[in-house]
């Protein structure tokens, strides 16, 4: 007799690994090599998560965890049932996504989940559209476990509270709501005890970061974000470099990036729209203020909003600051200010320059470092290859990092990738990029190995807590453009504007509280 998904009311993974059913479970396990060969993982040791948030990276991430052997996807969460009106990469990314993952036979799958078209969603950025909502998802989780002859079941919630009230024997949760909603339902998974794993940002205010990484700690679980930075190669070769003297100390860095690719700089609209069938706005507004609904702010375009999202920062400061500090083992800056294109009252500036002032460490002197938005960058060094002016031009995406130091420079792409030393001494030089088959993803693999009782993720809750502060500080200061933010991080305080220092623990709506 085996054991599957199916029965696992009876014997579970988590009664079996706390070993209440021990003795039970040795009779009824059949060892993993009669069952199914190499990289079998018996139902009894599958981690259960649920997927809360399922648009675009909700759904990528979620088709990411169903490949894994280890994991099995038991339930999943939207307050959207369902829409074709999520961003994706390229055209009907995320279903080609879905019909590889399923395999042969499956060449076909999802024909009404095909993408309705494209979307022009600010002057120079053209999307197309997919599929996203909890029904999508469900879909392509039953039949991913019906292709490969498993338990098929898996449930449909809208409301998160309800998921986790009713499915009794879960392992962890995926979180990639949009950002108002992170802290909410991380506190409320790992009060149960559930390992959590949270889109970036981690958390949408500097006191929610303080609370998550708290409780994560108190509570002992596998409580990461997915930002691979701190364990990418190009990290680990910068630091090794920067340790070698090869700048000299690092004084300043500049980090630019071509986002945001959504409508900022804009008032709110005016009137309201009819709320889409099948999804609950109330719900999807949960921690924040409420307002009637409008398509100028889902799905996707929330990111420009105050309320809901953190701005180009909050959307990629968390990679390169994850990476950042790491290399230079930064602390809490001391202060920031920042300067942009025109304010409006809801929504963060087209274009910005962000300047945040870090303390000394050990050997390591103060250093500033200046993020640039909007297609702003800093000026040009000389000397460089006609190459690497591309980055400066809009090459490579039009975002990239600059370390300057006493003795040279130091430049790469946003995340640290394919770094490369001025002068060129001709000792330093980059491994070469890994070619083919895509790259897993680290956070994710150090995560599942956490929930199994491994070391916790480099980018844990509690790690991540010091780099969310910083770049929500800049967060803070894109709001109050040509302010100097004095931050004293012992009382989780900007000391020298209370206006700033309302937004550094605002309160949520009374019945989402956390």
């Avoid at 993982?41 to 052997?69: F, H, N, W, Y």
């Avoid at 999307?127 to 998802?137: D, H, K, N, V, Y």
Wanted: some cysteine; proline content about 7%.
């Amino acid at each position: 007799m085996t054991i599957n998904d199916a029965t696992s009311n009876h014997v579970s993974r988590r009664e079996v690994v706390h070993g209440t059913l021990a003795a039970v479970a040795s009779f009824l396990i059949v060892p993993r090599h009669v069952l199914g060969g190499a990289g079998f993982v018996p139902p009894s040791d599958k981690i259960t998560i649920a997927s809360i948030g399922l648009g675009r990276q909700g759904m990528a991430i979620t088709i990411e965890l169903l490949a894994r052997p280890e994991v099995r996807i038991v339930a999943v969460c939207d307050c959207n049932e369902g829409s074709k009106n999520y961003v994706e990469y390229e055209d009907n990314d995320l279903l080609k996504s879905a019909r590889k993952l399923l395999g042969q036979g499956y060449e076909n799958w999802g024909a009404d989940l095909a993408s309705p078209g494209e979307a022009q969603l600010t002057h120079e950025f053209r999307t197309s559209l997919g599929a996203g909502g909890r029904e999508p998802a469900r879909r392509l989780v039953e039949a991913y476990y019906e292709s490969r002859r498993g338990a098929a079941g898996c449930h449909a919630y809208k409301d998160y509270r309800e998921l986790l009230a009713q499915e009794k024997d879960l392992d962890a949760v995926y979180i990639a709501t949009p950002d108002h909603w992170h802290a909410a339902i991380s506190m409320a998974a790992m009060r149960q005890g559930k390992h959590v794993l949270c889109q970036k940002p981690m958390t949408h205010s500097i006191g929610d970061a303080r609370r998550v990484a708290a409780l994560a700690r108190e509570k002992n679980v596998a409580a990461a974000v997915t930002v691979n930075n701190p364990s990418s190669d190009s990290t680990r070769t910068i630091a090794e470099w920067l340790a070698d003297g090869a700048i000299g100390h690092v004084r300043e860095v500049h980090n630019w990036s071509s986002r945001p690719f959504w409508p900022q700089g804009i008032e709110r609209p005016a009137t309201a729209d009819p709320v889409p069938a099948g999804l609950d706005w109330d719900l999807w507004l949960g921690p924040a203020p409420e307002r009637p609904f409008n398509k100028a702010y889902l799905p996707f375009v929330w990111r420009g909003w105050y309320d809901f999202g953190d701005g180009s920062f909050g959307d990629m400061g968390c990679y390169s600051f994850a990476g950042v500090f790491k290399i230079l083992n930064l602390t809490p800056p001391v202060s920031v200010e920042a300067s942009s294109s025109e304010s409006y009252a809801e929504t963060f500036p087209k274009a910005s320059i962000v300047h945040l002032n870090f303390p000394a460490v050990g050997e390591r002197p103060a250093v500033r470092m200046s993020w640039y938005d909007g297609g702003l960058r800093p000026p040009r060094p000389t000397g460089l290859s006609k190459e690497d002016q591309r980055l400066f031009a809009g090459g490579e995406d039009g975002e990239g990092i600059l370390y300057i130091g006493d003795k040279g420079i130091l430049l790469a792409g946003f995340n640290g990738n394919r770094p490369r030393v001025y002068p060129d001494t001709g000792k330093y030089h980059a491994p070469s990029a890994k070619r083919g088959g895509g790259q897993r993803d680290v956070a994710i693999d150090q995560w599942l190995a956490a929930c199994k009782g491994g070391p916790a993720p480099l980018a844990n809750f509690e790690s991540q807590s010091p780099v969310t502060e910083a770049f929500l500080l800049g967060c803070i200061a894109q709001r109050l453009p040509g302010e100097f933010l004095a931050w004293d991080t012992q009382k989780m305080r900007i000391t020298s504007s209370e206006k700033a220092n309302a937004y550094v623990d605002p309160a949520a709506r009374k019945e989402y509280s956390i």
